[in-house]
Structure formats: C-alpha cells, structure tokens
C-alpha cells in the first residue's frame, strides 16, 4: 500500500487501469470510456458540505460536459452504500444556489481499499491519510491523461474552468493550436512557434489579417467560436 500511496501519474502517460464497483455498476477504466474524454476527479468523502455543494454542481453541468463528448467519474474511499444514501439524500433533501431535486447519474466508485486513489496519488498524507484530496484527472479518448489539478480538502473546485479545460484541449487537438492565459472560446488561438529561421522571419513579414506577431516566437490567429463549438459541442 505504502508504493500505492505514492504513485503519481503523469500528464502524456497511460492512465493507470483498474475495475471498480460504482454506483452504476461494475466499470473497467478506461477502457470502457475509449473514445470519449473522461474526468476521473476524487472527493475526500460522503455527506459533507464542501463535496455536496461539488456534486450538485458537477451534476447540473453533466449534460455541458456530455455534449462535448466528455463523461464523468467521481471516486472517495467510501462505500458503496455511503454514496448511494449520500446521492439520495442530495436528491431529496439539498436545495442550493437554486439547484434542487439533483440526481446524480454519471458513476461514484467505491474505493475503501484505497487502491485506485493509491493508482492515481489521490491520497496525500500531508492533507489526510484516510481521505483522497479533490484531484482532477482529464484523459482524452486514447486514455492518455492530459491534465491533472489538485486541490486540497478545504477548497471546492471551479466546475468553469474544468469546462473550459475541456473546450481547450479539443481544441488544441482539433486546430493545430495553443491556447493563452485565460483564454475562452473566440479569444485569439496561438499558432506553434516558428521552428525555423525562415518561418521565424515569414512570420514577422506577414500581412495576413487574422495573425498577430508580437514577436517571431508568440504568434496568435482568430479563431472564431462558433468554428470551434460547431466542431466540438453537439448540438
Ligand atoms: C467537505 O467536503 O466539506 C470536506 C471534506 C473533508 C474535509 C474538509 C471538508
């Protein structure tokens, strides 16, 4: 366990294979998810406040997250019948930020062993020893984990920004492109930097009217954003 405990995956690497018992049935990871983006996120446990309010919201949003082709997974090392009554209480009982009556359909894995936390370096001692950080882990349709977050047992995370990672990495991977601090879809795109002092110099000599050098290695283009989302989100 103590190896487990410590493994850290990291981005551009396999994610690491398991099966698991969820809330939806038995999953094999990630192979039951080929060909979709998946986030595998971690919650440090059942029945408390800051992991509810996360729910609920993860929940309200599945649908966005769906239609760009990407599915979710929750885990905590509780289980099984701690996040069944976990879910049903949500759905009955918690009105919050004018969200009610949420059900929760994407799978919640139990994990009281904690092997898959281990798998995935969700335990981390130094916050607790018996309950996983929120850790975020995105893996595109090959099973490739393309980004990782973590977060720390008090901090909820910005359901937003996950979104927006989402929209980022389809893009980057639909158009050749890079995306810039805080970019949204219909922000400028960055092209890939000139790999030759003859592109270097074409770069800087270019009249085209949707580029922009701001030196010969930070090139940005337009992208529009019904472009990307026509090619990203179904309708
Ligand atoms: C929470 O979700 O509220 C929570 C869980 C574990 C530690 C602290 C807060």
């Not at 810039?180 to 074409?202: F, L, M, Y």
Request: net charge negative; proline share 5%.
């Amino acid at each position: 366990m103590e190896q487990n405990v410590f493994s850290m995956p990291r981005i551009g690497e396999a994610a690491p294979e398991f099966k698991a018992v969820t809330t939806q049935g038995e999953i094999n990871f990630p192979s039951d998810y080929s060909g979709s983006w998946v986030i595998l996120f971690s919650h440090p446990a059942d029945f408390t406040p800051v992991c509810t309010s996360e729910f609920m919201t993860f929940a309200s949003m599945e649908k966005q997250f769906n239609a760009a082709n990407c599915k979710l997974v929750g885990l905590s090392v509780d289980g099984l019948y701690s996040h069944i009554a976990w879910l049903r209480t949500i759905k009955e009982k918690i009105e919050y930020k004018g969200m009610k009556n949420v059900e929760v359909t994407f799978p919640l894995i139990e994990d009281i062993t904690m092997e898959i936390a281990g798998k995935y370096g969700m335990i981390q001692p130094g916050e607790s020893n018996t309950k996983a950080v929120r850790a975020v882990f995105v893996i595109d349709p090959k099973g490739i984990i393309r980004t990782i977050i973590y977060y720390p047992l008090s901090l909820g995370r910005n359901f937003d920004e996950l979104y927006r990672v989402i929209i980022a990495l389809q893009t980057a991977d639909e158009f050749s492109v890079a995306t810039p601090a805080d970019w949204r879809p219909g922000d400028e795109v960055i092209v890939p930097t000139a790999g030759s002092c003859g592109v270097a110099k074409e770069r800087m000599e270019s009249k085209a009217e949707d580029t922009k050098c701001y030196d010969w290695f930070f090139c940005t283009r337009k992208l529009d954003k019904d472009t990307i989302l026509n090619k990203i989100v179904k309708k």
